[in-house]
């Protein structure tokens, strides 16, 4: 765990959260600021800043979030109309929270970007 990352806190438990899926790899939860009906976190558990920080090995791990995503995504009953998955990088990628997530949006019709 990393001191001070909020999402290393939300993985120990430590943080009050909408937790809706935890697997020994991998975290998902309610985004506190939603900008679609489905709005979700998938996180490793292991703290990772940034795509930028991962290593060739957590290939598997990083596979494992967009199935997880998709599992989210048949439970939220947005998988038949479709969603997004989003990964923001770094400053000119919006990134806010330096710990890896996925970001699933769904439950209305998004536009581009
Ligand atoms: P990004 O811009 O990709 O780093 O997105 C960070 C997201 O994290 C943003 O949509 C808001 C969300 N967020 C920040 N702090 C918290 C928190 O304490 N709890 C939850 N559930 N979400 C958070």
Same mark, same amino acid.
């Given at each position: 765990m990393t001191q001070n990352c909020i999402f290393c806190k939300i993985v120990a438990g430590e943080m009050p959260t909408t937790l809706l899926y935890q697997d020994e790899q991998v975290t998902a939860f309610r985004d506190?600021? /939603?900008?679609? /009906?489905t709005h979700i976190l998938i996180i490793p558990n292991r703290h990772i800043a940034s795509t930028n920080e991962a290593a060739p090995e957590d290939e598997a791990l990083l596979g494992h979030l967009i199935g997880v995503a998709r599992l989210l995504a048949e439970r939220e009953n947005i998988a038949a109309n479709g969603y997004r998955l989003v990964i923001n990088t770094g400053a000119d990628g919006g990134q806010v929270v330096f710990h890896l997530h996925l970001h699933l949006l769904g439950g209305r019709k998004l536009v581009h970007p």
């Open positions: 506190i600021h /939603p900008v679609a /009906p």
